[in-house]
């Protein structure tokens, strides 16, 4: 079974499981000061990992620049370290550096926190973009 879904079918779409943290939010907040200091970071629930479906060269391009073709929208955020975001609020973040642990979501900007259970899909960059 394939986890690519188009933007009508994003929606509802259950995506492969994944789980995140379950520590609490002092526990992931003293982890991500440890393993980035000073970067600010963003604690997140009811997330989903979009993989995006590139051909050989794009993906090439994307490794090149040092990321890797993953997105992350949650639809809750739990806390922001810089107050661009509100409780509460969704936020879709730019493309990966990183992915430690399958907790860390790391961008060139933020670390987002992946609290509890998400959800990992394949979409186009354009079904990604247009969507959220």
Same mark, same amino acid.
């Given at each position: 079974m394939s986890n690519k879904i188009s933007t009508d079918d994003l929606i509802g779409a259950a995506g492969q499981p994944i789980e995140g943290s379950l520590s609490d939010s002092m526990e992931l907040i003293a982890r991500v000061q440890e393993c980035f200091p000073g970067k600010p970071y963003c604690l997140v629930e009811q997330w989903t990992v979009f993989q995006a479906d590139l051909s050989?060269?794009? *993906?090439?391009?994307? !490794?090149?620049?040092? !990321?890797?073709? *993953?997105?992350?929208?949650? !639809?809750s955020v739990v806390q922001d370290s810089r107050r661009r975001f509100q409780p509460g609020d969704w936020v879709r973040s730019s493309m990966c550096v990183s992915f430690g642990d399958g907790v860390m979501f790391e961008t060139r900007n933020t670390v987002y926190m992946l609290m509890g259970s998400g959800s990992k899909r394949t979409a186009s960059l354009k079904t990604i973009f247009s969507f959220f």
């Open positions: 050989s060269d794009e *993906l090439e391009t994307v !490794h090149r620049r040092g !990321h890797l073709p *993953l997105f992350l929208y949650a !639809h």
